[in-house]
């Protein structure tokens, strides 16, 4: 799905343009009333337009799913691709044009199932983009199937006595990736932490997994009830390097400093389950990204041309 004209990808606009929240807004999301990734995608276009990123030079990929609708709502370059292939899609886009913002929305079943091989080696490959995955504990476009998140004991249509076994934790699965350079929590019902949690992973040089915890009001209603009706059922992450927002302190009196730097101490935190933990888990700037990795240098035509003819020519009899 391209939503610009193609000529202004990559030309060089001198302008005095300026872009408010509503300017990157495109249809109007069909998600159901109550969905959490109507919050999220607020977030986002604030985000979008606090940073005035151009749409032109802003690409948002996804997968299937109720999230992975993301990028016909927002006004930018998007392409919903196919189920589990967000990744390898967005790494391929940021490889060719590695001067666009490029974020990739996944859900649950799409990142932690079908995508699962992607996830754990775009992690390990550590292209410099944001990826976003809403996790609402079920399959909700396909009408209630278990996910791999899906807490133990949750019915669904595919175990409708409840989920056999304990969801998986996707924190302390990233954090456990070779090369993991950014691993972040928020939840959909907390605007603020999500912008700010947003904002430092764009800022992060590197792969920023971000986990959202996502309400699915008509499948999975009870997930974060608790979470959201009780603050003490949350612990805020808190840190200069990672997230600190002082307006969340009258809210939730659960806070731990946590330097973002400390991996074992990051692990130990995601394998709590006494609370939920929001903030920057893990974060180290100085990872090689792919793209940098990967550069081939730009040739003339003269040069592509010498390649061919040396190619073919291993071919001549
Ligand atoms: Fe949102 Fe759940 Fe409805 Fe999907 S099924 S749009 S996740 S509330």
């Known amino acids: 799905m391209i939503q610009l004209g193609c000529s202004l990808l990559g030309s060089a606009i001198a302008d005095d343009r300026s872009w408010e929240m509503d300017d990157y807004q495109a249809a109007t999301a069909r998600w159901c ?161 999500i912008y700010a949690v947003l904002k430092a992973a764009y800022e992060h040089r590197g792969f920023s997994f971000v986990r959202i915890l996502q309400r699915c009001p008509q499948y999975t209603d009870q997930l974060y009830l608790n979470a959201m009706r009780d603050s003490n059922t949350i612990e805020l992450l808190v840190h200069p390097d990672g997230v600190d927002v002082p307006a969340l302190k009258q809210i939730y009196k659960n806070e731990v400093y946590h330097d973002p730097a400390d991996l074992v101490n990051a692990f130990r935190l995601a394998q709590l389950d006494d609370k939920i933990r929001l903030g920057v888990f893990y974060r180290n700037d100085d990872l090689p990204v792919y793209e940098e990795v990967r550069r081939v240098s730009p040739k003339t035509a003269d040069e592509k041309i010498a390649i061919l003819n040396a190619e073919l020519d291993t071919y001549a009899l």
């Open 33 to 193: 009333s109550g969905c959490g990734d109507h919050a999220v995608l607020a977030a986002v276009q604030r985000f979008l337009a606090d940073l005035q990123l151009p749409p032109e030079e802003t690409v948002f990929v996804s997968g299937i799913g109720c999230s992975s609708r993301f990028p016909h709502y927002i006004n930018s370059y998007g392409f919903h691709g196919l189920h589990g292939r967000a990744l390898p899609l967005a790494t391929g886009i940021k490889l060719r044009r590695p001067e666009l913002q490029v974020f990739v929305v996944m859900g649950d079943g799409d990142c932690c199932s079908i995508g699962a091989a992607h996830w754990i080696h775009t992690t390990r490959y550590n292209p410099n983009m944001v990826a976003l995955m809403l996790d609402n504990g079920v399959y909700g476009l396909t009408k209630n199937q278990t996910s791999p998140t899906s807490p133990k004991g949750v019915r669904s249509n595919t175990q409708p006595k409840g989920a056999f076994l304990e969801g998986m934790n996707p924190i302390a699965t990233t954090l456990g990736v070779e090369n993991a350079s950014f691993v972040a929590q928020t939840g959909d019902w907390v605007p603020d932490h």
